[in-house]
């Protein structure tokens, strides 16, 4: 007998980097004639049901009826964003996702939420390693990822020894139209790249 969890998971998309590399703000960088923000919005409220935004930099963006959250303690990372997310929505899960990332894909999504089956965490795994902003964590990660911060330790791999992970090996849905759906934007010279594939 097949045992189906059923649980809520709300996005959450992470846009409070300092772009440090990228000299400017990501999230609002345009491709295709819309901000990059609103790219990832766009795909990502097709397999989910509710989203929202840790952001402690952006305001209402144009086209976005999304609410925008800041993070709960004072430190900016992507472990800060995910917590602050889990304990704003009440969600049994949240799907973590990041800002900058142009080629996401509703099948690889919803690929990963069928994958949930009572782990605290699933994740990909790739070659490149893991990929922790295209990821689901649980409530029960909460406690974690505030001990790790406390300590003063923001990597997201930190927490994995103490919680059930599923990795998720390389799939054919990880990638659309040949490009990974893992591609983020960091500099420039990657933007430019996400351009020229984008306009084919």
């Known amino acids: 007998m097949i045992k189906v969890f059923m649980v809520n998971v709300i996005g959450a998309i992470l846009a409070g980097g ?12 345009v491709l295709d004639n819309e901000p990059l923000i609103q790219r990832v919005y766009g795909v990502v409220r097709e397999a989910l049901n509710n989203t929202i935004v840790v952001s402690n930099n952006l305001k209402v963006m144009p086209g976005m009826n999304i609410p925008i959250i800041k993070d709960v303690v004072a430190v900016q990372s992507p472990l800060a964003g995910i917590a602050s997310a889990l304990m704003y ?12 990332m142009p080629f996401l894909s509703v099948n690889a999504i919803k690929y990963m939420l069928d994958n949930i089956s009572g782990q605290d965490i699933i994740i990909p795994e790739t070659e490149k390693g893991y990929e922790p902003l295209h990821a689901i964590y649980g409530r ?5 990822m505030l001990t790790c911060i406390e300590r003063g330790r923001h990597r997201i791999a930190d927490i994995f020894p103490y919680l059930s992970v599923s990795m998720l090996k390389e799939s054919p849905l990880f990638f659309c ?11 420039e010279e990657e933007f430019e790249k996400a351009l020229n594939i984008s306009r084919g």
């Open 18 to 29: 300092k772009s440090a590399r990228m000299g400017r703000d990501k999230a609002t960088l």
């Open 89 to 100: 929505t009440g969600a049994d899960y949240v799907f973590a996702l990041a800002c900058d």
């Open 140 to 144: 029960s990660c909460i406690s974690y």
């Open 177 to 187: 139209d040949g490009v990974s759906v893992f591609t983020n934007i960091n500099t």
